[in-house]
T-cell receptor, first 116, second 114 residues
Framework: GAVVSQHPSWVICKSGTSVKIECRSL??????MFWYRQFPKQSLMLMAT?????????EQGVEKDKFLINHASLTLSTLTVTSAHPEDSSFYIC????????????FGPGTRLTVL | AQSVSQHNHHVILSEAASLELGCNYS??????LFWYVQYPGQHLQLLLK??????LVKGIKGFEAEFIKSKFSFNLRKPSVQWSDTAEYFC????????????FGSGTRLLVRP
């Protein structure tokens, strides 16, 4: 299989704090990982594409300094929401693609972030 | 810019009814097409995909989809739905280039009544 995990599954934080979300490919090496945001009753919006060992590519309108992405190894990518505010509350989902089949993405279970 | 439209936001069916969910995309070049399903409380799972070849694609759990290039469509079908098909269904497209970025439709919530 191709299993992707995320940690934590949910987090509640105070406004102004930073939150780190981890995305791991458990049984394969992921050269590329993607970060999405899903608002209630809406679709997934791609935030950024992360390649191992290089800087992430952010989509238009996504603040690089706000959403820090690190892809330090072939099995781990992290998204840090810095100085979180209530409007950052959302469902964050990562996906990973396997070498040789980069056109198919495997999704993690998502992380529910609530900023008070 | 690429976009994906799913016309049915909510669909309610009785068991054994036939299902067709519409998906249209806007992009003039080569595309790869996907349908993902999200069961309640679970993560997105790939239902089926089309890259090339036979435009009628069969996926898991009895689902199939037909790519009609002239209509920019990739509709999902199932001849007889089950209660367990209750889920949200997302159509997605990528441009078939090296970016592998997925553009998702807004999703269709399917409720199957027993």
């Amino acid at each position: 299989g191709a299993v992707v995990s995320q940690h934590p599954s949910w987090v509640i934080c105070k406004s102004g704090t930073s939150v780190k979300i981890e995305c791991r490919s458990l049984d394969f090496q992921a050269t590329t990982m993607f970060w999405y945001r899903q608002f209630p009753k809406q679709s997934l919006m791609l935030m950024a594409t992360s390649n191992e060992g290089s800087k992430a590519t952010y989509e238009q309108g996504v603040e690089k300094d706000k959403f820090l992405i690190n892809h330090a190894s072939l099995t781990l990518s992290t998204l840090t929401v810095t100085s979180a505010h209530p409007e950052d509350s959302s469902f964050y989902i990562c996906s990973a693609s396997r070498p040789g089949t980069t056109d198919t993405q495997y999704f993690g279970p998502g992380t529910r972030l609530t900023v008070l | 810019a690429q976009s994906v439209s799913q016309h049915n936001h909510h669909v309610i069916l009785s068991e054994a009814a036939s299902l067709e969910l519409g998906c249209n995309y806007s992009y003039g070049g080569t595309v790869n097409l996907f349908w993902y399903v999200q069961y309640p409380g679970q993560h997105l799972q790939l239902l089926l995909k089309y890259f090339s070849g036979d435009p009628l694609v069969k996926g898991i759990k009895g689902f199939e989809a037909e790519f009609i290039k002239s209509k920019f469509s990739f509709n999902l079908r199932k001849p007889s739905v089950q209660w367990s098909d209750t889920a949200e269904y997302f159509c997605a497209v990528n441009a078939g280039d090296s970016s592998y970025k997925l553009i998702f439709g807004s999703g269709t919530r399917l409720l199957v009544r027993p």
